[in-house]
């Protein structure tokens, strides 16, 4: 083969490897903003704590996740990331280690994330306030030896005031035979819409109900103060066929 040739062959080589995409793994830098554009100090906020998870919402598993100080115009990065699509939960921790902010309240289209092979993504995330979370335990039958089917109640219909006890902030049923799946006995009220504003909440209703959907005796009322954002309020009952009460 004549010499040009094969220093045509050797270029056109070089020029296929020099297009060639980058392999490795990526990184990702996260800007957060904490609600208002507030300072760490003003929010009570002292920790920072972001995951990049995967999984369905109901149950992901966290792959990677990085743990920093809350300061002003300080990032979060991570390093090493495997390509692929991921969800990102950013929280912001008070000085009792209790997460009082997150970007939950974003749309799950908002919080996914890409990584690249070999290169850098960035996204800015907004944190707000958290919703309180309301757990309640309950035993049946006065003293606690009875069931569901012996006090005639099919579910409790839990509504949540804001104080005061005269604007709703939520209403939901919970199966009495409901699990607390380790929880202490405490079955947690699901909040999808985020609804248990925590500077808010003051009150709680408890009906017993039965399979038809009627009142069985009473309701628990509960009052309380504001617990704050992202911070439980336990609550427990006695219900029997005379209604629930606070145990």
């Known amino acids: 083969m ?28 996260v800007s957060y903003v904490l609600g208002n554009s507030k300072t760490c100090a ?14 369905p919402a109901d149950n992901t598993t966290v792959v990677y ?17 495997e390509p692929g699509i991921y969800s990102l939960v950013v929280e912001g921790y008070d000085s009792n280690g209790v997460a009082t902010l997150d970007n939950l ?9 890409e990584i690249f092979e070999a290169a850098e993504t960035s996204t800015d995330v907004s944190l707000t306030a958290r919703p309180a979370k309301l757990e309640i335990a309950w035993r049946l039958g006065v003293g606690g030896f009875g069931n569901c089917g012996s ?11 804001q104080v005061g006890g005269s604007t709703e902030l939520l209403q939901t049923e919970l199966d009495c ?4 799946d380790g929880n202490n006995g405490y079955r947690t009220v699901p909040d999808p819409e ?12 408890i009906q017993p109900l039965s399979a038809s959907g009627s009142p069985v005796g009473t309701a628990a009322k509960f009052t309380f103060m504001p617990v704050g954002a992202g911070y439980p309020v336990r609550l427990n009952i006695e219900c029997s066929a005379a209604g629930c009460y606070e145990q």
Do not use: H, W
């Open 42 to 55: 003003e929010l009570g906020i002292e920790d920072m704590r972001a995951e990049l998870v995967q999984g």
């Open 105 to 113: 309240g974003e749309p799950a289209s908002a919080r996914a994330v």
């Open 2 to 29: 004549p010499l040009a040739a094969v220093l045509g062959v050797g270029l056109a080589a070089s020029s296929l490897l020099g297009c060639a995409p980058d392999k490795g793994p990526g990184s990702l830098v």
């Open 65 to 81: 996740s990085e743990d920093l100080p809350c300061a002003a115009d300080s990032d979060i990065i991570f390093e090493g990331l």
């Open 194 to 205: 985020r609804a248990l504003n925590g500077a808010l909440l003051g009150e709680v209703g």
């Open 177 to 180: 035979e409901l699990t607390s």
């Open 151 to 161: 006090e005639g109640i099919d579910r409790l219909r839990i509504t949540a005031y």
